[in-house]
């Protein structure tokens, strides 16, 4: 074979999955998805997706809702939809449209569930699907006057009998409804029994599928990541996030702050964006993180690896001094990285003339896929600011093809004799880098 690179799109890409696949093996999402995804003419190709997830070994809890489904029986009998603070009052007569419209959606997914025709994406799948009472419900009651009747909340979730069938390879499905003691049932909110769910089972991750591109804010523009901290700041200024998504926001606090690492919220209508957001690195929709998604830090030996498969392409076309294995490793200390989801995407180096109070900027780059983000200049900022702590005055840089780039950033043009006398010596003249230094 050679060394030929394959350029098949579908092999780079089964490849770059990888070391999702391996991360996810045997652990726990919770899937939540609305009547509208069910009702939609392909949701065949969404229960497709969640059985690939299920034979990766991932244990998946799938939450499901029935508003749509619901209302079309409510108005096939003439019954006024009636909601308060946007949670529906449910009288007898809704009860009964609620339980014929859960049950006949709960029945549906599971004969999609079933599915095994050859040829197709479900052969030899033989998925089995568990559901029953596991959430425990107590009524709203009456709040602000208004009596919800059975409308009710998650009083708690049997994580244990979930847990269970979750390591017997069961994929567990939980409807909106819950049951009291006295044996009540309740009509309870898909988010509030998904959101509960993931709590209860400390999920790994998150993941809710909308009728959006994800979340947004007042200008409709997707929030792509964000903290928990920043969730947080946007949620306390009420203008920020369009009403739609206040509740999700919400929940994703909330599950983050309950030991589950990543909220995903997903366009459902978009064909595979399941797929696409578990096993690319930039997904497709919003991500809420309790973790550092992608940081600016010191870099370690364990990162030497990654800092040459970047720098690599910059070396073969003359941008960068090639470094050596070995001088990277002793020179490793003087190196800061940024990292995005366990992934080198940008690096730089700073290396200090404390006689002279002056650094020298060296080995700047970052990942191709991210060069039009802000993010080189995010790294060049983090160097000053670290050159600042240790008493640099000036930053210099020697560059053969990025001098522009430097110049915007304050970098001017100097003589070779302005460098420090250490560093004269070792200029490579064949290489006629030109010389930019910046005061701090």
């Known amino acids: 074979m050679g060394n030929a690179k394959n350029n098949n799109p579908f092999v780079q890409w089964f490849r770059n999955s990888a070391p999702y696949i391996n991360t996810f093996r045997g652990k726990t999402f919770v899937i939540a998805f609305d ?41 096939e009998r003439n019954v006024e939809l009636n909601y308060v603070n946007g949670l529906r009052i449910t009288d007898s007569v809704a009860l009964a449209c609620v339980k014929e419209a859960v049950s006949s959606v709960k029945v549906e997914i599971e004969a999609l569930m079933s599915m095994g025709l050859a040829n197709s994406p479900m052969a030899g799948a033989r998925i089995r699907v568990a559901s029953g009472n596991f959430v425990a419900a107590r009524p709203l009651g009456i709040r602000d006057g208004v009596d919800y009747g059975h409308t009710g909340e998650v009083r708690r979730i049997d994580a244990e009998a979930l847990q269970r069938y979750l390591h017997d390879g069961s994929i567990v499905l939980l409807s909106p409804l819950g049951y009291s003691p006295t044996g009540e049932v309740f009509n309870l909110s898909m988010l509030d029994v998904a959101t509960s769910a993931a ?117 073969a076309d003359g941008i960068l001094v090639r470094r050596s294995r070995e001088l990277l490793e002793t020179e490793i200390d003087q190196f800061s990285v940024v990292e995005r989801d366990g992934m080198i995407i940008g690096c730089g180096a700073l290396y200090p003339y404390p006689n002279d109070n002056v650094g020298e900027l060296a080995g700047l780059a970052v990942h191709p896929d991210y060069r039009d983000n802000g993010r080189g200049e995010a790294l060049l900022s983090y160097l000053e600011r670290r050159a600042k702590k240790i008493g640099v005055k000036r930053l210099f840089v020697l560059t053969t093809q990025t001098a522009h780039w430097f110049i915007e950033r304050g970098f001017e043009r100097a003589d070779i004799t302005a460098l420090p006398v250490k560093k004269q010596a070792l200029y490579n003249y064949q290489r006629r880098s030109q010389v930019y230094i910046k005061n701090l």
Not at 42 to 57: E, K, M, R
Not at 58 to 63: C, E, N, S
């Open 35 to 75: 009547g509208d995804a069910v009702a939609d003419a392909h949701f065949t190709h969404l229960i497709h997706d969640i059985a690939l997830l299920n034979s990766l070994g991932i244990r998946l809890v799938l939450v499901h809702g029935a508003r749509p489904q619901i209302e079309q029986r409510l108005r």
């Open 199 to 315: 709590i209860a089972l400390k999920a790994e991750k998150f993941i809710c599928l909308v009728e959006a591109p994800g979340l947004r804010n007042k200008r409709k523009q997707v929030l792509r990541e964000l903290s928990v901290n920043e969730a947080e700041q946007f949620l306390a200024a009420k203008t920020s996030v369009l009403d739609d998504d206040i509740a999700l926001l919400k929940s994703a606090v909330r599950v983050c702050n309950n030991g589950t690492r990543r909220v995903h919220v997903i366009d459902r209508r978009v064909d595979g964006g399941l797929l696409q957001e578990l096993f690319t690195r930039d997904g497709i929709g919003s991500l809420v993180n309790a973790d550092v998604f992608e940081g600016m830090r010191q870099a370690s030996i364990d990162d030497v690896g990654g800092i040459l498969e970047l720098i690599a392409p910059l070396e």
